[in-house]
Nanobody, 116 residues
């Protein structure tokens, strides 16, 4: 199983960013993909998850107005798009696969830096 994320991004405040997570080695539609971020000096923060099979998403309340999860089953790739970026969104963003009880595989992380 592998989750391979897209590369680092630098954005201005107010812009949007889209990070990808390409899955391989398992049936993409059989597991939820969650997105988690870690800001400098902070702990992990759960942003939400998507069901790749049906496209349904659940968002953490903090992000629900600014974040969109999508999943492309033709390429086994999940995406997170975050809009209206601010400096506090500077973080490493991770995708992770959720099995029945835990998050068992993680992407390598994508650094998103928001700075003018």
């Amino acid at each position: 199983v592998q989750l391979v994320q897209s590369g680092a991004e630098l954005r201005n405040p107010g812009a949007s960013v889209k990070v990808s997570c390409k899955a391989s080695g398992y049936t993409f539609t059989s597991y939820y993909i969650a997105w988690v971020r870690q800001a400098p000096g902070q702990g992990l923060e759960w942003m939400g998850r998507i069901d790749p099979e049906h496209g349904g998403a659940k968002y953490a309340h903090k992000f629900q107005d600014r974040v969109t999860f999508t999943a492309d089953t033709s390429t086994n790739t999940a995406y997170v798009e975050l809009s209206s970026l601010r400096s506090e969104d500077t973080a490493v963003y991770y995708c992770t696969r959720k099995n029945e009880t835990a998050y068992d595989y993680w992407g390598q992380g994508t650094q998103v830096t928001v700075s003018s």
